[in-house]
Antibody
Framework: QVLLQETGPGLVKPSEILSLRCSVS??????????WTWIRQAAGGRLEYIGH???????????TYNPSFWGRATISADLSTHQISLTISSVTAADTAIYYC???????????????WGQGAMVTVAS | AIYMTQSPSSLSASVGDRVIITCRAS??????VGWLQQKPGEAPKLLIY???TLESGVSSRFSGSGSGTDFTLTISDLQPEDFASYYC??????????FGQGTKVEIK
């Protein structure tokens, strides 16, 4: 079973860039086809899909984003370091949330796109 | 975008009760629904996928049903460890995942 670990600064100033990394255990990233997804959860509890990047073996197939984050979020995969990154630009207090890295193998059965979660990283946007 | 409307937002129940949580999709999504459980301070955990298939290791007290636009999660014989928040999710389109608002199950 793949293990995921999110890391990043806990505090980001308004208007700056939020950057997070998700480390993937072992060489799991290159052992098949996966979606690597970022989800966030603000204080109210609602889960929000940010976007995902698709990889297959040693090939990066590109990223897909929630239109709500279009132009602000970038998700990429580094297959050499086994890491997934997320950046969100021009952050505001509304971006304060726990950010989760989630993985699933593709293809997967319907409804099973969120079966492996990291423990989450809390990010606060404040001056 | 596909929207998932989940209800109720919270409920109070006693140990041994049966609890039903519902989710309605804004369009037909076949059986592309899963259910997550989240306890305080923890990441969500997948309980059910394909609307009604139990994830490995999940108690048979949990069951799911539905297809198209209407889906339910049923918890039978509620146990102390079941008090948590529950979320439905849809992955009908690989470019547009979404979640319900969540249901917090509290002890009466």
């Amino acid at each position: 079973q793949v293990l995921l670990q999110e890391t990043g600064p806990g505090l980001v100033k308004p208007s700056e860039i939020l950057s997070l990394r998700c480390s993937v255990s072992g060489d799991y990233m290159t052992r098949g086809s996966f979606y690597w997804t970022w989800i966030r959860q603000a204080a109210g509890g609602r889960l929000e899909y940010i976007g995902h990047v698709s990889t297959s073996g040693s090939t990066n197939h590109g990223s897909t984003y929630n239109p709500s984050f279009w132009g602000r979020a970038t998700i990429s995969a580094d297959l050499s370091t086994h890491q997934i990154s997320l950046t969100i630009s021009s952050v505001t207090a509304a971006d304060t949330a726990i950010y989760y890295c989630v993985a699933h193998r593709v293809p997967c059965p319907p409804g099973r796109s969120f079966d492996v979660w990291g423990q989450g990283a809390m990010v606060t946007v404040a001056s | 975008a596909i929207y998932m409307t989940q209800s109720p937002s919270s409920l109070s129940a006693s140990v041994g009760d049966r609890v039903i949580i519902t989710c309605r999709a804004s369009q037909a999504i076949s059986n592309n629904v899963g259910w997550l459980q989240q306890k305080p301070g923890e990441a969500p955990k997948l309980l059910i996928y394909a609307s009604s298939t139990l994830e490995s290791g999940v108690s048979s007290r949990f069951s799911g049903s539905g297809s198209g636009t209407d889906f339910t999660l049923t918890i039978s014989d509620l146990q102390p460890e079941d008090f948590a928040s529950y979320y439905c999710l849809q992955d009908y389109n690989s470019w547009s995942f979404s979640f319900g608002q969540g249901t917090k199950v509290e002890i009466k």
